[in-house]
């Protein structure tokens, strides 16, 4: 079984920093793709940043310049730097992960962690 836990989230005033990680645990045998998304409340989840096995990273638009996404494979985890936040940054952020549990069954699943929290007060 695979488990995405972040960590991290909290409260931070407007142009202020926070940091978010993800680690992953289990079985796994290849992590592909690793994201963050994010959901607002009212709003529909949106990818905010994601990352390759080789690195190539992708940014939502309203990111761009101000987050940004790394993975460590050693310790099967990513983070998610976030600089200059805004209160529109406001929402529930989860890891997600495209993940191969077992060497014998070449599948991948995505998995999802249980999100954290980030408020910025204006």
């Known amino acids: 079984q695979v488990q995405l836990v972040e960590s991290g989230g909290g409260l931070v005033q407007s142009g202020g920093s926070l940091r978010l990680s993800c680690a992953v645990s289990g079985r796994i045998f290849i992590i592909y793709t690793m994201r963050w998304y994010r959901q607002a409340p009212g709003k529909q989840r949106r990818l905010v940043a994601s990352?390759?096995?080789?690195?190539?990273?992708v940014y939502g638009d309203s990111v761009k310049g101000r987050f940004t996404i790394s993975r460590d494979d050693a310790k099967n985890s990513v983070d998610l730097q976030m600089n200059s936040l805004e209160p529109d940054d406001t929402a529930v952020y989860y890891c997600?992960?495209?993940?191969?549990?077992?060497?014998?069954?070449?599948?991948?699943?995505?998995?999802w962690g249980q999100g954290t929290q980030v408020t910025v007060s204006s």
């Open positions: 990352v390759t096995p080789g690195g190539s990273t």
């Open positions: 997600n992960a495209d993940i191969q549990a077992s060497q014998s069954v070449p599948t991948r699943a995505m998995y």
